[in-house]
């Protein structure tokens, strides 16, 4: 018996479009990619854009929903679904209806925090990965259910704009954005700093005990700012090797980031959960490592697992296939 | 009578080239200044950019020293002067002389500091600036005389590579680097943060109100990293004008760079001393006062006055003129 499909989820960010064809209890049962971000669409052709991905997925059922997550759902992308303040877990996460394709399309909202200065911080996608990587119990599958014994969960989502969310009894109660990622590449591909990068061969490198010394010094207490400059006069005085300074500021940033989202978590007792592309992930479990603090990855396909548990706490799956999530 | 011309200063770094007359006591005689930074200079022709600038000086007295300071001494320069160890004065600042043009050149070295992990901090040029503009008693122009009150001072030379120095009884005995003005051009050209700071009409804007809120929140303790963002969502929120994100950015460096320092430095009790660009020098001082630190603006020319204070301790100049130097 072929497998029941039950949901198309779509992770549609500003450089990829990714298509998960999701069956009983959140399974993928197949994946695609395009390079269909909402940067990559003209004249907001985003209905030609999932029509080509997906269009004979769709075919096969007509009533085959859809619920896509990201920066489809910003001011630049399909529909824009407006943010949802925290505390939100699934329950919280009321889908945003768009009815310009040939069937409704529902858009899982961001979330914005305000933090005690009243400055806001926003994410977008990453809700969806969050929800969908947390431990659930076996018979819930909204965020609104009562628990008795609350779980706190720590995840971290590295990346240009690296994310650190807590959720306790299933729904996000804080979270923070750090522009690590991309702070790395404007500081070595426009700063003094990226003019000794290479060697000879033009090899930016990837020097482990590097990237260490990066992480100890960044992580080390305050002065993030002051300690930048230490790319370049370690390099100056011939104490780095300049294949070994890229690795060094990379670690100095994610050193830097690692005690900052510490000083503002408070209690890290809890394991860090770490969500995204296993390279980027690896680097990170080995700075958490370097200070001091446990972490593991979370399995593959979060994302489509987060696109299940919404669709459920919001109605839109079959009794059936409801019943039987995650 | 003609006041009698002692030295010859030159401020030469990265982008332009200044020269000083100096007569006695230190006083400025005549200036001027070509964009012959050591980035400008070809193959090596700076002995033609010097006599471009001041070969009708040289003529009148080929007994004239010539004093200078900044990246001509660094390894991209005319010759390299090695780093000298804090703590450092004008008596410590033993002169490079290079004998490559038709008359001595003696080269101020820049200074190197090791912090507790022994990472290495450097200037090159601001060495300079801080010797002239420290307070020296009347009779003394050598950094090294014993002195009954040791007078501390804490000078901010604000720029691409914001320098704090700390002197002790008119030596250095401490700075750091803090490289705010280059971080916030690479933020600002080159990631998220730039996209929306203009209005309709390609203003960037100075506004005074943002510039305070970013300093105030930027000041705030800890969270750098972090708080980058805030230039991002404050404008997605519509609460900060996309007129005034340039001058909120700057500002949130700025307050960051200052409670940096205030780390650092620990004891601010001590007036801070601007050096520098006016323009800019104004804007930290506007910063500074928003975070409850006293400040102010030294004189122009210390520069001048540190190449006729380094001279004079080097002994390069004549007995009548180093007596006279303030």
Known sequence: MLPR???????????????????????????????????????????????????????????????????????????????????????????????????????????????????????????????????????GHNGDNPRTDPKKELFLLPGSHSKWALVMDRRITWFATFMTGELFAALKDHTILGRMMTDSNGNTGDDKAAFARGVKYGHAKGATLQRLFSARTLALFGELPQTGVAAYLSGLLIG????????????????????????????????LSLCGQSACLAPDNAVARGHWRIAAANGLLSVAAACATP
């Open 5 to 139: 499909i039950a949901l198309l989820g779509l992770d549609w960010g500003t450089s990829s479009l990714r298509g998960y064809l999701i069956g009983e209890r959140g399974a993928v049962l197949a994946e695609r990619s395009a390079k269909a971000g909402i940067l990559h669409i003209q004249n907001g052709a985003f209905a030609e854009a999932l029509l080509e991905l997906a269009g004979d997925w769709l075919a096969t059922d007509e009533n085959l929903p859809i619920v896509a997550s990201g920066m489809i759902g910003s001011r630049q992308g399909w529909a824009e679904a407006p943010y949802v303040e925290i505390p939100a877990g699934a329950g919280d996460l009321t889908l945003h209806r768009y009815d310009g394709f040939d069937r409704p399309v529902y858009i899982v909202p961001g979330l914005a925090r305000r933090d005690q200065d009243g400055v806001p911080d926003v994410m977008r996608g990453e809700e969806t990965q969050i929800v969908g990587a947390h431990i659930s119990d076996a018979h």
């Open 256 to 287: 830097a980031e690692i005690a900052e989202a510490r000083a503002l978590v408070h209690d890290l007792s809890t394991t860090i959960t770490i969500i995204g592309d296993p390279d980027l992930g690896q680097r990170y479990l080995t700075a």
